[in-house]
């Protein structure tokens, strides 16, 4: 009986808790409009004796039913647009949940450095980019993420080759060295070539003295990339990506095809006194457009694998990506892989004890050709004449004919892309390892550890060629090779202690230390004579030749530099509408000499919250408005390493005992007195959110000013010797240059019922650029290139935008012989004027014109950058679209090689031919004129619209086993898709990065634009 009992009393207790678990269904609803939500997360965060974390999504009539709960359980909704709330199940009762507006952008947490901040309390120039725009955008590069997204940054392409660079410039261009903003990379210095953009969280770009706190590195502004993370008493989630797709070439030039490229010959010869080129020229037909040669469609695809979650006490997210892209010039000869993978864990070690990690390996491998300048297979396929045919009758590659008319560069751009081997490959490991410790409520220690080590290697095999007695003829087989080792690592500690004082006051102090060292070796080689002559045998170990006697096969490079600061912050928050920082760091570094090697840098924030909730009527259209205002002093150290003191760097040829021999020469110059270059940055602004948070307002006035500028190559006397290969004259602090403008971001978002959910996005950036200072003995400094043999085309001078055009102006055209007798003589330029001949303008009023009437012909900054964004989201539908536009900026057309005999632009059929037929294009000659010298002809407006990205897509919830809220998304995508401009040439962007000398197009490799499908896949 006593067991019976007892099994009785078992078996009722069972039952007891098994009387417990219950379900629970509900509905989510707006709670403005009461309509209920579609697709609403619906998460189960805990609940009493339930290890499990489970979660559904709400369906079409915002309904959702979680199973098997216990009382006291928590619900945690959220929805794109509102704000998040958690609800407490107690019982099986139906519940109704209403979600407000989503006013986090004022709660938002923004990494601003060695710490965080809610928006609400910033009171620098701040700017973030969030995943979800990341995902819009599909971007290969992260740089791509930021172009038309950020009020005041600027991004430009070298190339549109695959795995080609992007330069960045925030705030315009500030120096005359070294422009590009640090990025950091989850508290550590960092590459953003090697991140997969899937990977990402969140981008923040610091633009004023909020950088400050990065010293030395920050003074071009800060890049801060966070990275995805699991989230705590989360399930795993698995979320899969991939789109595959074909590209084109966005743009292609006007050329003249064989007939009308022979007639025009006719004429450039008759005008010559020459013999006609083509008797018979009508029965040309099209011949060969090479544009149409060197240019395919290429195929892209992209995936990338996450999983993340966590429990109670760890996080973890562990993924991989592989991206492989052809190029639209080559194919696999211009191809890109990169392939990563990443690990990110997070412990909590103990109660006041946490760790966090983020390991990141990439692998990339990237082919190229000649991608612009004299030489590359564009600039050959402009100039080649359409009358060759690519192959001759036996299959072989036309050889373009060795002639004065056609030059010793213009080879054919097919032969030249098949003779093509440059390999490249990298692969790079960083990361860090951040421990935090709470030593008591109010203080947290930090340590951390970041390091980036990259090992690379290349190889270029140029085979036995002749391309008919070109410059670009192999007469003996090659190949070079070299392996290059760089490595930085950076430690950090520092203490964060965050006090409130009684209800009004809070204070949070910041103080610590950064050590950063990077250091690096390369070796490079060359071999001749390789083996069969074959792609195959082209290594350093199976070359057979050495170079021509007295010359070097092998040299080498190694650098070991270092960086020691300390830095302190101190947050003021007054009842929390008063803000204020101040920040004071000392940097010291190995690139200076003992008498100059560290310097402070102090920097102050300030903000006041004039109105808010507090202070408005309930039916005010205001909701929040607050005044920043911040200064501050960063230093410059990116020059080149040991420019304060001599090395024997240097080559030169000595003769010894009667014989000439190599020897070492010394290098560049030293300068012992080299100081820090220094950016002085001023910053006011204000946000402003309107009709209860739906429209933000973020408007600042910025003048930033570099002094200081650390200027190389300062001319000096030849006695000291500066003309050896490797020699140099000294850096110098030797200039200033200021950068103002305004900066206006716009951004609205609303869901106006249950179905529809609109977010639109503008912002619009001013900027004057101009040269303060130039102390270098000429008072400027030249850079770029126009032509062959022609004086710089740009300049650094005061009162001038820097790297502005430097060169001839022109007003009009000579009509007849009069208009020549009457002008000044043009014979200084290479040739007297002619009717026909563009007419310069003599600017100094001397009677001639030669050099020194160069004038201003434009810059190559824009005077104003645009930004506009739209996401429209109907039910399970999602519209997005992003474009840019730039304004104000010159480009120069220089892909046009200036020989008689060489293909044009269809804008020569416009040309001059007689009196009055035309006052812009000059007249074609193969006799000698001064048409080709830089000016203004060559100059013109780079202002462009692009529409860069526009997807569709739709999402479909699925039901995998016990997971209900996994979903998948099918998309396409079209990138690139429209530049709207004057321009002749392929890309009004493209520019050098040079900050003297870009904007000056040689023929630049173009955009792709490209059509995308894919998938995103959620459980």
């Not at 030849?718 to 900066?743: D, F, H, K, M, Q």
């Not at 692009?946 to 995998?960: A, E, S």
């Amino acid at each position: 009986m006593y067991k019976i009992l007892c099994l009785l009393v078992l078996l009722g207790t069972g039952f007891s808790l098994t009387a417990q678990s219950f379900d629970v269904t509900g509905i989510i609803t707006d709670a403005e409009s009461g309509d209920p939500l579609i697709g609403a997360s619906v998460i189960v965060a805990s609940g009493p004796g339930d290890g499990n974390v489970r979660g559904t999504v709400t369906d079409l009539d915002g309904s959702f039913t979680i199973t098997d709960l216990t009382a006291g359980a928590e619900l945690r909704i959220s929805y794109t647009g509102y704000a998040p709330t958690t609800v407490t199940v107690e019982n099986s009762d139906p519940l109704t949940i209403e979600l407000g507006s989503d006013v986090q952008a004022l709660d938002e947490v923004v990494v601003i450095g060695y710490g965080t901040q809610t928006k609400r309390n910033v009171t620098g120039a701040v700017s973030t980019v969030d995943s979800e725009t990341i995902t819009d955008l599909k971007p290969q590069k992260i740089e791509q993420a930021l172009q038309g997204t950020v009020a005041g940054v600027n991004v430009t392409t070298q190339s549109g080759a695959p795995g080609a660079g992007l330069n960045i410039r925030i705030r315009g261009v500030s120096t005359n060295g070294q422009n590009a903003p640090l990025v950091i990379i989850d508290g550590y210095q960092g590459d953003l070539s090697t991140v997969n953009p899937a990977d990402i969280e969140t981008i923040t770009v610091l633009k004023d003295a909020q950088a400050a706190v990065y010293g030395t590195v920050g003074a071009n502004g800060v890049i801060l990339i966070t990275t995805k993370t699991g989230e705590k008493n989360q399930p795993t989630r698995i979320s899969y990506n991939a789109y595959v797709g074909t590209q084109e070439s966005s743009r292609s030039l006007d050329l003249l095809n064989a007939t009308e490229y022979a007639l025009l010959l006719n004429e450039s010869y008759a005008a010559g006194g020459q013999a006609l080129p083509y008797p018979n020229a009508t029965n040309l037909g099209a011949g060969t457009d090479y544009q149409d040669q060197v240019f395919g469609n290429a195929p892209i695809m992209s995936h990338d694998l996450t999983a993340s979650g966590g429990s109670d006490r760890i996080t973890y997210s562990i993924g991989g990506s592989y991206l492989d892209q052809e190029g639209i010039i080559g194919g696999d000869k211009s191809a890109f892989t990169r392939a990563t993978g990443r690990v990110s864990l997070g412990v909590d070690l103990a109660s006041r004890l946490k760790l966090s990690t983020n390991l990141i390996y990439t692998y990339l491998e990237r082919n190229s050709l000649s991608e612009n300048g004299l030489g590359s297979v564009l600039f050959n396929a402009l100039n080649t004449p359409p009358t060759l045919p690519v192959t001759d009758e036996n299959g072989d590659f036309t050889l373009v004919p060795n002639t004065p008319g056609l030059g010793i560069e213009v080879i054919n751009p097919a032969a030249q892309i098949a003779n093509t081997y440059n390999d490249y490959n990298l692969n790079k490991l960083n990361g860090q390892a951040t421990l935090d410790w709470n030593l008591i409520d109010d203080l947290t220690l930090t340590g951390r550890v970041g390091f980036n080590t990259s090992n690379s290697e290349s190889r270029v095999f140029n085979p036995l060629i002749s391309y008919g007695g070109k410059v670009f003829d192999v007469t003996r087989s090659s190949v070079n090779q070299n392996g290059i080792n760089d490595n930085n690592y950076s430690i950090d500690l520092f203490g964060t202690y965050d006090r409130q004082f009684g209800e009004a006051h809070q204070v949070t102090a910041t103080v610590g230390t950064t050590i950063f060292r990077e250091l690096g070796n390369g070796l490079f080689a060359t071999g001749y004579d390789v083996p069969n002559n074959n792609v195959e045998f082209a290594d350093i170990s199976l070359a057979t030749g050495t170079s021509p006697e007295g010359a070097r096969d092998v040299s080498s490079y190694s650098y070991d530099e270092r960086r020691l600061s300390y830095f302190g912050r101190v947050q003021y928050n007054y009842n929390e509408r008063y803000f204020a920082s101040a920040m004071l760091r000392r940097d010291a570094s190995t690139k200076f000499g003992p008498q100059n090697r560290s310097a402070l840098f102090p920097s102050f924030t300030a903000g006041v919250i004039v109105l808010d909730e507090n202070t408005l009527a309930d039916n005010s259209a205001i909701d929040l408005l607050k005044l920043r205002v911040s200064y501050g002093i960063l230093g410059n150290d990116q020059i080149l390493n040991n420019g304060y003191i001599g090395t024997l760097s240097g080559e030169a040829t000595y003769v010894f005992d009667g014989v000439l021999v190599n020897g070492t020469a010394i290098g560049a110059l030293p300068n012992p007195a080299l100081q820090w270059e220094e950016a002085k940055k001023f910053n006011a602004g204000f946000d402003l959110n309107l009709l209860d948070y739906k429209l933000s307002v973020v408007a600042d006035y910025f003048i930033n000013t570099r002094d200081n500028l650390l200027i190389s190559n300062i001319p000096v006397s030849g006695i000291v010797g500066t003309a050896a290969p490797g020699s140099a004259a000294p850096t110098v602090n030797a200039g200033a240059v200021r950068n103002r403008g305004l900066e206006l971001a716009l951004n609205y978002r609303e869901r106006l019922n249950s179905d529809w959910r609109i977010n639109l996005n503008y912002n619009f950036t001013t900027l004057d650029n101009e040269v303060l200072e130039v102390n270098n003995g000429t008072g400027f400094i030249e850079g770029g290139g126009f032509g062959v043999g022609q004086l710089a085309p740009s300049r650094m001078e005061v009162g001038l935008p820097i790297g502005y055009f430097y060169g001839y102006k022109t007003d009009g055209i000579f009509q007849t012989a009069d208009d020549v007798e009457g002008a000044p003589s043009q014979i200084a330029l290479g040739a007297e004027a002619q009717p026909g001949d563009l007419r310069y303008v003599d600017t100094n009023g001397d009677g001639v014109i030669d050099p020194d009437d160069r004038t201003y012909l434009g810059d190559p900054i824009s005077d104003m950058t645009m930004g506009f964004n739209a996401q429209v989201s109907f039910r399970r539908f999602d519209f997005t679209a992003y474009a840019f536009a730039s304004l104000g900026g010159e480009i120069v057309r220089n892909y046009e090689r200036a020989l008689s005999d060489v293909n044009r632009l269809d804008y020569y059929l416009q040309r001059w031919t007689g009196p009055g037929s035309t006052n812009e294009v000059p007249r074609v000659t193969n006799a000698a004129t001064a048409n080709r010298v830089f000016s203004d002809f060559y100059v013109e407006d780079g202002s462009f619209l692009r529409l860069q990205t526009v997807t569709l897509g739709y999402t479909l919830p699925l039901t995998i086993g016990s997971r209900d809220n996994s979903s998948l998304r099918l998309y396409f995508s079209g990138n690139n898709l429209l530049t709207l401009s004057d321009y002749l040439g392929y890309d009004p962007a493209a520019s050098s990065g040079a900050p003297i000398g870009s904007g000056i197009d040689f023929g630049f490799y173009p955009i792709a634009r490209s059509f995308l499908v894919g998938a995103n896949l959620s459980l």
